[in-house]
């Protein structure tokens, strides 16, 4: 499973590094990637991650998590 998150704040390298570290630190995280260009993160899931504790993480990291969605 997959899902798309939606994130404002993100303006550099460094900043793309701190998303990716806060989403990975989340049981059931595969893995991460970050876009900073089209401002979303892609999340590979082992299993179901409540959308609210994915928003936690980024927003915890400094940045709004917007919206999130399965893809």
Same mark, same amino acid.
Do not use: F, P, R, W
């Given at each position: 499973?997959?899902?798309?998150?939606?994130?404002?704040?993100?303006?550099?390298?460094?900043?793309?590094?701190?998303?990716?570290?806060?989403?990975?630190?989340?049981?059931?995280?595969?893995?991460? +990637? &970050?876009?900073?260009?089209?401002?979303? $993160?892609? /999340? @590979?899931? !082992?299993? +179901? &991650?409540g959308?609210?504790?994915?928003? $936690?993480? /980024? @927003?915890? !990291?400094?940045?709004?998590?917007?919206?999130?969605?399965e893809?």
């Amino acid at each position: 499973m997959k899902k798309k998150i939606t994130i404002e704040g993100m303006s550099c390298g460094h900043c793309v590094g701190h998303v990716n570290e806060a989403l990975k630190e989340i049981s059931g995280v595969n893995s991460v +990637e &970050v876009n900073l260009t089209e401002k979303h $993160a892609v /999340v @590979d899931l !082992a299993h +179901e &991650v409540g959308n609210d504790k994915l928003k $936690a993480a /980024v @927003d915890g !990291a400094g940045y709004q998590a917007i919206e999130v969605v399965e893809i």
